[in-house]
């Protein structure tokens, strides 16, 4: 059996009035995401780390941010093909494990139901995905709320 590891990691800048999506959850905040597509970082991570691991190049090589195609797009939409592309090249998720860092709002009420919509989209069972959160404590852009930031790694194995 082949076994692969994968990371991820995104960033996007925080503004006011703007929509935050974790994981598939809208979250409510009084800042969102700035993106060309909804700014969903920690999809965006978990995308990578699942590219990365079957050694496919990143979300950027696959959904350029100029393409028109992908204004908005509902990042789940980008998971579910990362799935398929490395189930293309026989391969299936074994687990995720995930944070994310922003300062406000908590996310520990949020984080089930951002398990539950990363389960939903890539097919894994809920325990095999770990989503986590931390602050940076006030320190950086983070820190600042002026960005959000996320980190991913996946296990997958050939089918
Ligand atoms: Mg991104």
């Not at 995104?10 to 009084?30: A, K």
């Not at 597509?37 to 190049?57: E, F, K, N, R, Y």
């Not at 592309?85 to 089930?112: F, M, R």
Request: one cysteine or more.
């Amino acid at each position: 059996m082949d076994i692969r590891t994968g990371q991820g990691i995104d960033f996007h800048r925080l503004e006011e009035g703007l929509e935050l999506w974790i994981g598939g959850v809208p979250v409510s905040s009084d800042k969102g995401a700035v993106a060309h597509s909804d700014g969903d970082v920690l999809i965006h991570a978990i995308c990578d780390a699942i590219l990365g691991a079957a050694a496919l190049g990143d979300i950027g090589f696959h959904f350029p941010d100029t393409d028109p195609r992908y204004k908005g797009i509902d990042s789940r939409i980008l998971l579910t093909k990362c799935v398929e592309l490395v189930g293309l090249k026989g391969y299936q998720l074994v687990n995720i494990d995930s944070t994310v860092c922003l300062e406000q709002p908590k996310l520990a009420p949020h984080i089930d139901a951002i398990r539950e919509s990363l389960a939903a989209v890539t097919g894994l069972d809920k325990s095999r995905i770990g989503v986590k959160a931390t602050t940076t404590e006030k320190l950086g852009f983070t820190g600042r709320r002026e960005g959000i930031a996320a980190q991913a790694a996946v296990l997958i194995r050939s089918v």
